[in-house]
């Protein structure tokens, strides 16, 4: 109920100055904040290099096709890692 009363008022203030304002200065304490996830569950779970580099590529396609089902990403992902671990049978 809280979420639903907060985005019916986020939702009624939107194109006034201090809404877009604080947007924007929202914007890159959310996207720190979920780099500094990525970070925690990396070191968590041991990543190795290669998890590192799977998602490096799968945010710069977001970042360069922001529209794309990241349906895709992870299948993608799962194909590399099951490749690299020698999980498909090659031929």
Known sequence: LLCYGVTKMWNHYRGRHWHTALENGLAPIGAGLILAGVFAIFRVAGAGI??????????????????????????????????????????
């Open 50 to 91: 290669l998890s590192w580099v799977v998602a490096g590529v799968a945010a710069a396609i977001l970042a360069w096709h922001p529209k794309l089902n990241p349906l895709i990403l992870l299948a993608g992902g799962a194909v590399a890692f099951a490749t690299w671990h020698g999980m498909v049978p090659s031929g």
